[in-house]
């Protein structure tokens, strides 16, 4: 029996996702443009840029200088992405940046490794040093997210007992530590998830932690991106990350060419929950607008469907 949310948030991921791989770094005034764009969509949360290593992803070396620079609408939260201590450290010298305290999660040893030089042992541990950081700045611990929740090309089949595994430890730290539950996401880093394989994992995880709110990070890799959107909905999943245009993807996933898809497509999902009457706030074409600007910037077509066929409405609107 399907369980859907009323009201979906989406948290938009493009600005970074979308440029991170790239391998020139485009103007900084079509950047601002695109996210002044996706600012006017309604969406609730955008992630300008990440605050990581520069010689490693010179694409996100000006991401302090984006964010001063972008237009900011009260009623949306700017985020910036770390992944360490000076990342942090970073992030809190930047002007009306939304502070949230996240913590980050492998279940696959091998995409660890490729992603921080470090175990995922290494990095769950690592994480209680990230809660007494965010303690040291009263910042609040609202998000953990598992990577690789359900697969990993470079390691294989992930059991559900490694992520439960994990959300005991993340209890342990959170609430051991008299923090709230934080929202649990799902991340299907490469592409791993189908529909009822989705819903068996949310399915274990609230027979443990019936009351935690469970977001979805959804890559499209092989074409199940908005089944398992579709999956997730039924099991009243209300909060989805997703990239306008369908940009993004893991540049360690070794999958067997450089052009798969990205993470779901901001635009497609806000239109399947419109079709189920699910609300989002979010104008669908102001969304289409902005995936037709990043298309233009970045070149070549994007892999959403709903940018380039436009959404039904001026058929609806037909007498």
Not at 74 to 92: I, M
Not at 132 to 149: D, F, G, N, R, W
Not at 236 to 255: E, I, M, Q, R, T
Not at 287 to 298: D, H, K, N, S, Y
Request: glycine residues 8%; hydrophobic residues 40%; contains cysteine.
């Amino acid at each position: 029996m399907s369980d859907f949310p009323t009201f979906v948030e989406f948290h938009e991921e493009g600005p970074r996702e979308g440029f991170q791989l790239e391998t020139v770094l485009h103007p900084i005034e079509s950047r601002i443009r695109f996210i002044d764009a996706l600012s006017r969509t309604g969406i609730s949360q955008i992630q300008v840029g990440s605050l990581v290593n520069p010689k490693k992803v010179p694409t996100m070396a000006d991401t302090p200088e984006l964010f001063a620079r972008i237009e900011k609408i009260p009623s949306v939260k700017y985020t910036v992405l770390w992944l360490n201590r000076q990342g942090f450290l970073k992030a809190l010298e930047i002007p009306d940046v939304t502070l949230e305290g996240w913590l980050y999660f492998y279940a696959s040893d091998a995409l660890a490794r490729a992603n921080n030089d470090r175990s995922a042992e290494q990095m769950r541990q690592e994480q209680l040093d990230f809660v007494k950081l965010y303690e040291q700045h009263q910042v609040p611990v609202t998000t953990a997210s598992i990577m690789c929740a359900f697969g990993c090309n470079l390691e294989g089949e992930v059991s559900t007992q490694r992520v439960t595994d994990l959300l005991s430890w993340i209890r342990e730290i959170t609430v051991g530590r008299g923090h709230s539950l934080p929202t649990l996401m799902l991340a299907d880093t490469m592409g791993w998830a189908s529909p009822e394989r989705l819903k068996q994992l949310i399915g274990a995880v609230r027979d443990i932690e019936p009351d935690m709110r469970i977001g979805t990070h959804i890559h499209d890799t092989r074409g199940l991106g908005l089944a398992n959107v579709y999956a997730a909905l039924q099991m009243g999943v209300d909060l989805f990350d997703s990239s306008v245009a369908g940009l993004g993807g893991c540049p360690f996933a070794s999958h067997q060419t450089n052009n798969t898809a990205g993470n779901i497509c901001t635009e497609d999902a806000v239109f399947l929950c419109e079709e189920l009457g699910i609300e989002t706030g979010i104008d669908l074409d102001s969304l289409i607008e902005a995936a037709t600007i990043v298309q233009e910037i970045l070149g070549g077509q994007r892999p959403g469907k709903i940018m380039h066929s436009g959404s039904l409405s001026r058929f609806r609107s037909k007498k």
